[in-house]
């Protein structure tokens, strides 16, 4: 563990323009879910995730039309792109060849040793990492077979892939474990985190909707993380894509690892509130969403923690019956009408300087 | 720790009909928004609060009028219910007379040790517990000036004012140590919770609205019930209250440490995905919500862990190209067209047979 970061000190591995583990920032990532070989459509989802935020882009290769598609989405597209492989080592080769920045094979369905050695000398040639992606619901049926629990077989699948390549000299690896379920998946991560020091891409695979898949995302990457652990981010929701980049810009602001946004303070009112708090903080944090500025905006419904956190935050708003008291760094600036709240406050974090 | 069920023993407090601690399940809470001297507008969301399956309610008490209304109210409702106290000890002992089932105080603002002497002695009389519920943003002035952390101040607060109220007798005791920092929350607690065996009420505080505050609490209660530590909970979020327990459950749900409804298992699509899947696990969440048979329902959109993940679920569906495959208990048993995915899942929940 790194006594300044609290992370666990990890290789150092190159995707494209973003670099991982070492002590670099957590990177986030997704995954598109357009037809790959409709170039216009995934160029643009993947334009969509960028603008959001998302820092590598995951797009499958199912089929050579996908890998032939995949040579015109590089060329339009800036963020670094992983070719997801399943059952084909051939794909991967094209893949690879089309100008794929990272390659994740499934070590559960990829074939035997041979595939992974035609895959590894590709990679190796074009000095790319490959990522081994095992996930509960597609482990070999050897695997699956043997008397341990899930996950010592995730963490145990990913070890023995990393012999596999390691023996044909490959070492620019990345790996993952991960199971729909949230506490297996901390387990296979602490066993896998306490084997080897190759970056970590934390996710919980098939967590659902937006509303479930937040949560398990939430508990189960917010775990690891707070542990020291995982160098880059993957919020799997049965959603639009965009969606995953918030959620995970979200989950590392939580956790003081990144800031991304203003972060909002507010209260969950009550019978004290004697405003309509809850518009107006849903009203700043979209207005705030692509703001880049740093600040801690408090929005507070009463006297109770109103003061206590409004003057803890940058900017901060106490409200009263109709009214309430605007703070800054600290101090209270003026007593406005509640009409004046949403400008107000944008105003504020407008014209604040961050030190 | 027990060793069964994983969770730290703590002692066992009644709040109404509701047990928490001592092995009992983590109860869920919300708090009312409405005002509390408006009877019907509270007695109907406490009401909605409690279908949704809130197991306890709390409700502010900040003058007279509320503490006249709370006797009306607690007439008309089922669920146990706290009365909030700021500033006032006249108002605990108000709200005790009216029936409330506990009684929850802030250190930070109650007064002296005479005002907590009268509630102590109020609440002794009735038989009913209190919570000592210490916030950041509400710390007394003294507090606020010691040298050492914030996780420590909170916890220090609430062990104060734990001897305060066993010098008089009192050990019916429920704490809280909120913040609106996850981390600081997370250590108050952990430094509490070897101090004490009084049950404790989790809480992340002023986290904001329905998206950065699903995500906060979920991390920070979900790290802490990970580690056995929690007896009830509440998410705090700026929204209508009843979303904050469909989030409750959702945290429990994902821990394993309670189930409410079906849990539905379902990828994040990619380009292999045939089908419109968001939309159909999307529906099936809203149509099951209501649910509470305790079926795992897996929704996948391709063959990668789509056959893995449904033959794992008592009820799965992998898709294909416009038809999908139906398994019960982990054996396909028909395939089925596009059009029919969602009629069928839910017939095969109404029919499936929890043993």
């Known amino acids: 563990m790194n006594s300044s970061t609290g992370r666990k000190p990890t290789k150092r591995i190159r995707i494209g323009k973003v670099i991982i583990g070492g002590g670099f920032p957590v990177a986030i990532q997704s995954m598109t879910n357009t037809k790959t070989a409709d170039v216009e459509a995934t160029v643009t989802q993947i334009i969509a995730l960028q603008e959001t935020g998302c820092e590598i882009v995951r797009v499958s290769v199912p089929d050579c039309e996908s890998a032939a ?66 996930n509960s619901g597609s482990l070999s049926k050897q695997v699956r077979a043997r008397p341990n629990s899930m996950a010592e077989k995730l963490a145990d ?22 199971s729909s379920d949230v506490l297996e998946t901390v387990k296979a991560y602490r066993v896998l985190s306490g084997k080897t020091d190759y970056p970590l891409h934390l996710g919980i695979t098939e967590s659902g909707t937006l509303e479930s898949g937040t949560v398990k995302s939430a508990i189960g990457i917010g775990l690891l993380l707070a542990e020291g652990i995982g160098d880059t981010i993957r919020v799997s929701l049965t959603a639009e894509p965009v969606r995953e980049i918030d959620v995970a810009k979200q989950i590392l602001q939580a956790l003081g690892i990144r800031r991304f946004h203003p972060e909002i303070i507010s209260c969950p009112t009550c019978a004290r ?73 944008i105003k504020m974090v407008d014209e604040f300087e961050v030190e």
């Open 273 to 345: 509130c004697e405003v309509d708090l809850i518009t107006i903080a849903a009203r700043l944090e979209r207005h705030l969403k692509g703001c880049n500025k740093l600040v801690k905006v408090a929005v507070m419904g009463c006297v109770v923690n109103g003061p206590g956190e409004a003057s803890g935050a940058d900017i901060g708003l106490a409200a009263g019956r109709g009214k309430g008291v605007i703070f800054r760094r600290g101090l209270a600036v003026k007593t406005i009408d509640e009409t004046d709240f949403f400008s107000e406050l």
């Open 157 to 178: 699948s990913a070890l023995e892939n990393i012999s596999l390549l390691e023996e044909s000299g490959f070492d620019n690896i990345v790996l993952s474990v991960k």
């Open 69 to 134: 598609a995949f040579k015109e989405i590089k060329a339009q597209i800036d963020v670094p792109i992983v070719a997801d492989i399943h059952f084909k080592a051939d794909l991967a080769v094209a893949a690879i060849k089309a100008g794929a920045d990272k390659i994740r094979i499934n070590p559960g369905n990829i074939g035997g040793p041979e595939d992974i050695r035609k895959i590894v000398d590709a990679a190796g040639t074009a000095g790319i990492p490959i990522r081994i992606g095992v």
